[in-house]
């Protein structure tokens, strides 16, 4: 029965590569080399996928050559996710050249691991399977390239996805530095598919040293085909949705400098003419603000806002603009019935997950908690109030009433209102 589970998981999943890769040779985007390698590690994962579904099916039995022939192809996987990754964060399209031709060494080494395997005949491959009837020699043979086969995979899966983690990390850092929201840009879809790739392939290795020691658990496999029949089809589905990201790229001259170039007085008036931008005009609501536009409207380079943000406020783009729409977000919450998504809306946020977040980053809370203790504590304060009304009415003269404690002054741009 597990097995037929399993087959049916397998099955789907073939069929959602072999749909994506369709879609994606028939409608290909403007940058032909993002497409060659989303087409590639499509490819590899459909290789990847028939190989399982040739074990679990008992296809092997009826084609016994096949058993093997995914070990080199399904190799690629790791190179493949860098090379795409790679290829969608690059504004400009990368030359594919010196080490990257490293990326081929993997699958080498595989298919000359499997020659031996290869020599052996249908009938000697079939032997193997009972333990009755297998020759001890070919066995030993098969368990070695089983074995190599899977090391070199899994060494090389491990080099190229962290290496595409680190690309999409660093890309996400880029973006927060150019936008105010990146949820379309950030490629965070990406990010959690690999780790959930990777996860994946970990529970493939110990399934395959299972096999190794004669131990399978039913169970366990049909988990293992059900997670990466899932994690398969929501990346083909998302690979398929995501934009094009060239005309969004900051330009190589847009990167902020380190070193402090303005001096104290200009970066304290400069911040002070961002803040007066975003609370005066309202620039926080704008769903599409980006560097370059809030440069447009004040008149300040980006290098010199970029260099403001981060030496003089502490932050970067993103975060400066998202702490001025939770403080919006705070006196909305407080002062009118709007929904939390049409708040969240309103001071620019792009849908409610990504208003939760970073509501809850600047506050401390998410904007529902928020409201339910503004109201919980509505009653009490005006009861408070009413009684302080009471007590004043009661003072002789104005100059006898108490003055209200003068507060330590703090600059808008740390605060931006949230306290």
Not at 125 to 139: F, G, I, M, Q, S
Not at 174 to 180: D, I, N, S
Not at 235 to 258: C, E, M, N, T
């Amino acid at each position: 029965m597990f097995n037929t589970f399993s087959t049916i998981a397998y099955a789907i999943a073939a069929g959602s590569l072999g749909f994506a890769l369709l879609m994606a040779i028939t409608s290909p985007g403007p940058r032909r080399d993002r497409t060659v390698f989303f087409a590639l590690l499509l490819i590899a994962l459909l290789v990847h996928m028939l190989g399982q579904l040739l074990v679990v099916s008992g296809a092997y039995a009826l084609a016994p050559h096949l058993v093997g022939f995914d070990l080199s192809i399904k190799t690629i996987l790791g190179p493949a996710i860098f090379f795409y990754t790679r290829a969608l964060i690059s504004p400009e399209r990368p030359r594919f050249g010196g080490r990257d031709w490293w990326a081929l060494l993997g699958p080498a080494l595989v298919i000359v691991i499997s020659l031996p395997f290869a020599t052996l005949s249908a009938e000697e491959k079939l032997a193997l399977v009972d333990p009755a009837t297998r020759n001890p020699e070919h066995y030993a043979i098969a368990v070695f390239v089983c074995t190599a086969s899977l090391f070199i995979f899994l060494t090389f899966t491990a080099i190229y996805l962290s290496a595409a983690l680190k690309l999409q990390h660093a890309h996400r850092h880029k973006m927060m530095q150019e936008f105010a929201n990146i949820e379309r840009r950030s490629l965070d879809w990406l990010r959690m598919i690999l780790l959930v790739f990777a996860g994946a392939w970990v529970f493939f290795t110990i399934k395959q040293g299972m096999w190794l020691t004669g131990t399978s658990v039913p169970a366990f496999n049909l988990a293992l085909a059900v997670t990466e029949s899932l994690a398969i089809a929501a990346f083909a589905y998302l690979g398929l949705r995501q934009p094009q990201l060239a005309s969004d790229q900051p330009q190589k001259a847009d990167v902020p400098a380190r070193r402090q170039l303005l001096s104290e007085e200009r970066l304290n008036r400069t911040a002070s003419k961002l803040i007066n931008a975003l609370n005066t005009d309202a620039l926080y609501a704008d769903s599409a603000l980006s560097l370059r536009k809030l440069s447009d409207v004040t008149g300040v380079t980006k290098n010199h806002i970029s260099e403001t943000l981060s030496q003089h406020l502490g932050m970067n783009f993103f975060d400066f603009v998202n702490s001025h729409r939770a403080a919006e977000a705070k006196r909305l919450l407080g002062q009118t019935n709007l929904t939390i998504l049409e708040i969240g809306l309103e001071v620019g946020f792009n849908s409610r997950s990504t208003f939760n977040a970073a509501f809850k980053k600047h506050v401390g809370t998410p904007p529902s908690t928020y409201r339910t203790a503004l109201r919980k504590n509505g009653s009490g304060e005006s009861k408070e109030r009413e009684k302080s009304l009471i007590s004043t009415s009661e003072w002789p003269h104005p100059d006898d009433r108490p003055s209200k404690p003068r507060h330590a002054h703090t600059h808008p741009a740390i605060t931006a209102g949230l306290v």
